[in-house]
């Protein structure tokens, strides 16, 4: 993060198979024991919610598959508009005539909201609680003398509407398919979805400590692995799941990750820029990156973000995301 010049955003690096936190970090950084509450600083990125844009995408589509609303084939038509709303695509000629499976690789707003206004926002916001969004994910549990502990202090749980929002509004509806409005998701959660989604929809809660031991070794408290709480026990298919992981593959082939064919072994993942109002006023943008590598043999699940980014600069998240999976593959070889 320091060598790409970020000053505001997090990376997390969870263990694909256990979910356990690898590696984490934040920017701006601070020194616990002198912590400058007016420069703002003082908070793990990782764990606070921000607006994610079109990662939130992998939950529309996995509403569409589950609910039967789409198939990965069916076309659509992109001209840049929706005709609606004010609502547009990224791409403002438009992606012309586009699959669903196509439209998540190059991250057609036009899909997505057509996608949506079939399904209804209570649908969105079901799905987005089934896979790991609107909760907290981090380990929870009772331990003695303590009980419904913590690992991660202050993880926020996000959300999907504002309690003031009404979901069945038009224009509500197709802003939160495409990870707008008041959809808020911590990078801690990003992760956390592409192991729920390696798993079969089964969502489990990153730890940041196993154990702990004295020092003559003898142990004093474990943290057995746990699962977060699903919506009535409910998950997805794990047939929608391994969709969703191999879209993410044609994202990095032929679409808006295409620049990570530089990395060190293949990766997969989702680019996601979601737009916001800097604390001045102008236009800004969240830049993320999610996803999973190697892909022939998947070890991480990796969520990064640059935060608070004026609006037209150059997106760091594709890059960073490369860099992190290089560590990772240099430090397997």
């Known amino acids: 993060m320091d060598k790409l010049g970020i000053v505001d955003g997090a990376v997390v690096v969870l263990d694909i198979d256990n979910a356990d936190t690898l590696a984490m970090a934040s920017r701006p950084s601070f020194q616990p024991d002198h912590i400058d509450l007016a420069q703002g600083g003082w908070s793990n990125r990782a764990l606070k919610a921000a607006a994610p844009g079109s990662i939130f ?105 504002h309690p003031d929002t009404n979901p069945k509004d038009g224009g509500v509806l197709v802003q939160t398919a495409i990870g707008q409005r008041d959809v808020l998701v911590t990078p801690l959660q990003a992760a956390n979805l592409v192991v729920t989604l390696y798993h079969g929809g089964e969502v489990l809660s990153p730890r940041v400590v196993k154990e702990i031991r004295f020092q003559n070794d003898r142990l004093y408290q474990a943290f057995k692995p746990a699962r977060a709480e699903a919506v009535d026990g409910a998950r997805v298919r794990k047939a929608t799941a391994r969709t969703l992981l191999a879209w993410m593959k044609d994202v990095v082939d032929h679409g808006t990750g295409q620049a990570l064919h530089a990395a060190k072994w293949p990766v997969a993942g989702k680019s996601g820029t979601a737009e916001i109002t800097l604390n001045n006023g102008r236009p800004g943008e969240n830049h993320w990156f999610i996803g999973y590598g190697p892909t022939n043999q998947p070890r991480y699940a990796v969520a990064v973000a640059v935060f608070h980014v004026p609006a037209g600069q150059k997106n760091k998240s594709i890059p960073l995301f490369r860099e992190v999976m290089d560590v990772l593959a240099a430090a397997k070889r």
């Open 57 to 161: 995408k992998t939950i529309t589509a996995a509403v569409a598959l589950e609910e039967g609303v789409s198939e990965p084939d069916e076309v659509f038509e992109c001209d840049g508009a929706l005709g609606k709303y004010g609502f547009t695509c990224w791409k403002k000629e438009g992606h012309g005539r586009i699959t669903l499976e196509e439209g998540y690789a190059e991250s057609c707003n036009i899909v997505f909201a057509k996608v949506a206004q079939r399904l209804g926002g209570a649908k969105l916001e079901e799905y987005a609680r089934r896979l790991g969004l609107d909760q907290t994910v981090g380990w929870a549990g009772n331990i003695p003398q303590q009980a419904g502990f913590r690992q991660w202090d202050s993880e926020e749980r996000g959300q999907i509407y």
